[in-house]
């Protein structure tokens, strides 16, 4: 397989400092059906690469000490797509799941899933639960795989969930907070991402992490999903270290 990254002179734009790696990166999983299309394959043969691609995209964060990946995997808008892509796309799921619940334990990885799993099959849920049984017990890198999300959805359920709150009497409309707030959303806990990658070449968010996102470093690439490598992870990464976070502040210095 020819990867992009090949065809491109050497360069050091993609040295890394890994004593100041982001500690949270998220990654719109994009192209895996063009990948297919250019090399004359159904899209589910861009899916079924694309998750090999999370295989060592994964590990690798986890090997380089990533205390937390969020990936994008399937929209609440995905359904739309035709079944046979739709199931591809369950079945790789649940291999993904089928493996991780025989090695998260020895490898330390925690799994947790963001988005509404009722429309998933009894199947996917049994596992779904498993890994969240297993990772209660875990410390290490966090994975989060965003299924049946929607960043709007989440900030719906949020409000509604902090509503019901309200009703009950457990907290008033007055307490409300932002850090209240995250508490109500799927990434409750997690720091928000400091990095967000989308491969594919598409300049926008596509509703994925619209709260978490809000001072996230953004790093696009037109390299598609399946030939994403970690060469170019360390791309997005040294790009994300020579910027100044300033979170609408000034730079440390600026008078
Ligand atoms: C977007 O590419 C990708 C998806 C909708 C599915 C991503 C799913 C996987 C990689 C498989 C399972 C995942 C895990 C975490 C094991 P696209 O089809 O929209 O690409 P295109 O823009 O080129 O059409």
């Not at 709150?165 to 991402?193: H, N, Q």
Request: charged share 25%; proline share 4%.
């Amino acid at each position: 397989m020819i990867f992009s990254f090949g065809k491109k002179k050497a360069d050091t734009a993609g040295q890394v400092d890994f004593s100041h790696l982001p500690r949270h990166i998220a990654i719109i999983l994009d192209g895996n059906g063009r990948w297919a299309k250019r090399r004359g394959l159904p899209r589910t043969a861009g899916h079924k690469v694309g998750a090999e691609t999370f295989r060592t995209i994964a590990t690798y964060c986890r090997d380089i000490g990533i205390d937390y990946l969020t990936v994008y995997a399937f929209s609440t808008e995905n359904w739309k797509r035709p079944q046979e892509e739709v199931d591809t796309i369950m079945a790789l799921l649940k291999r993904y799941l089928l493996e991780a619940i025989e090695t998260m334990e020895r490898d330390n990885v925690r799994l947790r899933f963001m988005g509404d799993m009722t429309p998933l099959s009894g199947e996917l849920k049994a596992l779904v639960d498993r890994c969240n049984a297993i990772s209660e017990r875990l410390t290490g890198c966090l994975c989060s795989i965003c299924i049946n999300y929607g960043g709007r959805a989440e900030l719906v359920h949020a409000a509604s969930r902090f509503a019901e709150d309200c009703r009950v009497g457990l907290v008033k409309p007055d307490d409300l907070t932002e850090d209240m707030l995250a508490g109500y959303l799927y990434s409750a806990g997690i720091p928000d991402p400091d990095l967000l990658i989308r491969p594919g070449g598409e300049l926008r968010l596509s509703n994925f992490l619209l709260w978490q996102c809000a001072y996230s470093e953004f790093y696009t690439t037109d390299v598609l999903w399946p030939e994403f490598t970690k060469e170019e992870l360390h791309r997005a990464i040294a790009s994300y270290q020579r910027r100044s976070r300033r979170y609408g502040g000034l730079r440390e210095g600026t008078t």
